[in-house]
């Protein structure tokens, strides 16, 4: 290690010593991975991913989504943990800290706080959907083996205005009582859990699938690809869903990197992350797509896949009352760490910068919510006649969040620690988890985040979304 090294790395310490000792964080690197998985990992893989998957073609667009992950989903969760570690602060504190004087970095951060409540909105209502489901699961509702009937009690769900909401406040009671025990109880506990849990319920579930008769074309359908499938707008598509898997452009993982510990390895821990993440995902296609075949259902049947034809398929096969308990109380687990996740960025953003309570900001934050949430809730009923662009507001919601605002934060911290922060902060901020940080792979981190990223996201938004 070299003395300028050494140096440099003394100089962050110290840096980052002066950030008074109460505040809050992870305490161990185990919880430190269990709570970044959980944020990655959610409904994203057990609902958007299959359905995203089969409705654009199965292993082409799987590819191209696999490519957005590495090329630029990791980057970016890189850049958005460390630049947090290295300030330990909420969003906006983060960004303020780490610019020149003067300059609106920070307004990445305003953009992070209002896609994370626009997210939670509408993916609190589809989490409502499945809380809803276990308890059909359990009371035998769902053994129907044509999806008509099932289309019927899933179209009697969110049309109904009370249920919608009441599954959605129970939903944000629940989040509301684990972010209110704080970083190291409420978040790290719940979600070193969860994640085994979770692993154990999908694996249970997936060999159900593979074992099925049948099984093998439902693989092919997931691992061949027919790239004639490929066009802009899918690959928007694929590059929307690798920001929401992993959590990114929205300040998730910069709120979490402020709560990591000083000594904790950020490219390791994300590369961790992003496999976990991608495992997760298999392992729900594999649970899925073989079964839908099986049982002679289509794979593109939107985002209903979950709720209609997934119950249509367990009810085809034997023991299937059993399954469809085990698959929803896995697609009830799944969420929650990320839900926590995405309400810690503005319950962090209360307290760090208005200096509320942690009571008070989740109180808040949970209040706001349940009024934005309400407009995706009742989209169905009551508010049917409101079509923002011609969309529901679900919809509107997750196109403006995955499709474009998460990509421009993306691009955005990209070109921040690129072209502001610049490459000797950021070795800095590296090496203070391993002082014989690699410098060659630092560097090629850095170009990748400095040129390669912010030029795929750019191309691609603008490609996309026809401005090109
Ligand atoms: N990554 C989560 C999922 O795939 O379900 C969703 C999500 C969580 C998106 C947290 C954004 C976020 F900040």
Known sequence: MGKQHIVAHQAATKSVDKIPVTREGFITGMGIAAATLGAAVGLGNIW?????????????????????????????????????????????????????????????????????????????????????????????????????TNMAVFNQLITDPVQSLVWQWVVLFAIGCIVLLGVAKGIEQTTKWLMPILFVLLVVVSIRGLTLPGAGEGLSFLFQPDFSKVTSPMILTAMGLAFFKLSIGMGAMMTYGSYYRNDQHIPLTATGMMVGDLVVSLLAGIAIFPAVFAFGFEPDAGPGLLFVTIPAVFASMPLGSVFVVLFFVLAAVAPIGAMISMLEVPVAFLRGRMGLTRLHATLITIALLAIVGSTVALSNSTLAHFQPFDMTTFDFYDFLTSNILLPLAGLFICLFVGWSWGFSEMQQTLSLSDTRWNRYLTIVLYGIIKFVTPTLVMIILLSGLNLL
């Open 48 to 148: 958007k991913f299959p359905f995203l998957t089969g409705a654009n073609g199965g292993a082409a667009f799987l590819i191209i989504y696999l490519m957005s992950t590495i090329l630029i989903g990791l980057p970016i969760m890189i850049s958005e943990i460390l630049l947090g570690q290295r300030a330990k602060g909420d969003v906006v504190t983060t960004l303020i800290k780490m610019a020149p004087k003067g300059q609106p970095w920070w307004l990445i951060g305003i953009a992070g706080i209002l896609s994370s409540f626009l997210i939670l909105a509408f993916y609190t209502e589809v989490v409502a959907w499945v809380f809803a489901y276990v308890f059909k699961a359990v009371s035998g509702v769902l053994l129907s083996t044509d999806p008509d």
